[in-house]
């Protein structure tokens, strides 16, 4: 990869190593954005260290605050209910060189701010599952202090995994609602899809990786094309045909609301953790 993709003399630190961590690490290494020897992780589980280092390449700590004094890009990536313990433990080594960028469900920038700063650099992104396949969708907020040049180094870096946006934060409880816990509602369509195809005679694994691949390019057509998910539902959907009676069955059973309604319900449930934190 060339200098130009890299975030040069930039050393990336996770305050913690679990599943998500290491997708974020691996993927910033394959994509060459930053050097696999400017990356670092620290946990108190030795099996999510060994786990990271065995997925990426990348040393590993055991202290917080070797990792801290060790990196200029943090990210925060432990549990939501061991975030407290975590801040308390380096708020005193976060200092101007830092900019630290939260993965933490549920976890406001306030909080953060409240605990480290408000004139710490502070970023949050909510991403989610896919992004372990390079397919992520993640949405970015800026804290108080974060400069132009932090949210494009933030943008950059969530860019390797898949798409990524700007927003508010007002707006994150709603992501999570739809992109957080999207990955979910679209498994149960793939292995709904799967089973009806059993029930029609296909083997599982063909029928499983029909319907996968047809969530796939159905995708990849919405976001290709430009065009509105109506108008590409209507040129599959031929008069009198397969499609159509397909549909009504969906439309008797309220599928189009029921999705909305778990949006919903999970943007709402997402509120009420944050105010729990």
Same mark, same amino acid.
């Given at each position: 990869? $060339?200098?130009?993709? #890299?975030?040069?003399?930039? #050393?990336?630190?996770?305050?913690?190593?679990?599943?998500? +961590?290491? @997708?974020?690490?691996?993927?910033?290494?394959?994509?060459?954005?930053?050097?696999?020897?400017?990356?670092?992780?620290?946990?108190?589980?030795?099996?999510?260290?060994?786990?990271?280092?065995?997925?990426?390449?990348?040393?590993?700590?055991?202290?917080?605050?070797?990792?801290? /004094?060790?990196?200029?890009?943090?990210?925060?990536?432990?549990?939501?209910?061991?975030?407290?313990?975590?801040?308390?433990?380096?708020?005193? /080594?976060?200092?101007?060189?830092?900019?630290? %960028?939260?993965?933490?469900?549920? *976890?406001? *920038?306030?909080?953060?701010? #409240? /605990?480290?700063?408000?004139?710490?650099? *502070?970023?949050?992104?909510?991403?989610?599952?896919?992004?372990?396949? =390079?397919?992520?969708?993640?949405?970015?907020?800026? =804290?108080?202090?974060?400069?132009?040049?932090?949210?494009?180094? +933030?943008?950059?870096?969530?860019?390797?995994?898949?798409?990524?946006?700007?927003?508010?934060?007002?707006?994150?409880?709603?992501?999570?609602?739809?992109?957080?816990?999207?990955?979910?509602?679209?498994?149960?369509?793939?292995?709904?899809? $799967?089973?009806?195809?059993?029930?029609?005679?296909?083997?599982?694994? %063909?029928?499983?990786?029909?319907?996968?691949?047809?969530?796939?390019?159905?995708?990849?057509?919405?976001?290709?094309?430009?065009?509105?998910?109506?108008?590409?539902?209507?040129?599959?959907?031929?008069?009198?045909?397969?499609?159509?009676?397909?549909?009504?069955?969906?439309?008797?059973? @309220?599928?189009?609301?029921?999705?909305?309604?778990?949006?919903? @319900?999970?943007?709402?449930?997402?509120?009420?953790?944050?105010?729990?934190?």
């Amino acid at each position: 990869m $060339s200098n130009e993709k #890299k975030i040069i003399s930039r #050393k990336v630190g996770f305050l913690g190593a679990g599943r998500m +961590a290491t @997708a974020l690490a691996r993927g910033f290494i394959q994509a060459g954005i930053v050097d696999v020897d400017s990356v670092l992780a620290s946990d108190v589980m030795e099996e999510s260290c060994q786990g990271f280092t065995t997925a990426t390449g990348a040393a590993t700590v055991s202290s917080n605050g070797q990792l801290v /004094e060790n990196s200029e890009i943090i990210f925060l990536a432990v549990k939501p209910q061991s975030m407290n313990s975590v801040l308390a433990e380096i708020q005193k /080594e976060i200092d101007d060189k830092h900019l630290v %960028i939260s993965i933490a469900a549920g *976890i406001t *920038i306030s909080t953060l701010e #409240k /605990e480290l700063g408000s004139d710490k650099r *502070i970023i949050r992104v909510m991403p989610n599952t896919p992004c372990l396949v =390079g397919e992520g969708a993640s949405v970015i907020s800026r =804290g108080k202090s974060p400069t132009d040049d932090d949210m494009q180094i +933030a943008k950059r870096l969530m860019t390797t995994l898949g798409y990524c946006a700007e927003l508010p934060e007002r707006h994150l409880d709603a992501v999570t609602g739809l992109s957080g816990s999207g990955p979910a509602y679209a498994f149960q369509m793939i292995e709904a899809l $799967s089973d009806g195809g059993v029930c029609m005679g296909l083997p599982r694994r %063909i029928a499983t990786e029909l319907a996968a691949q047809t969530l796939l390019g159905a995708a990849r057509m919405v976001l290709e094309t430009g065009c509105h998910p109506a108008e590409l539902k209507d040129q599959v959907t031929s008069p009198a045909g397969t499609t159509i009676a397909g549909l009504h069955v969906l439309e008797m059973g @309220a599928f189009r609301g029921n999705l909305m309604a778990a949006v919903i @319900a999970a943007t709402n449930r997402s509120r009420e953790l944050s105010q729990l934190e």
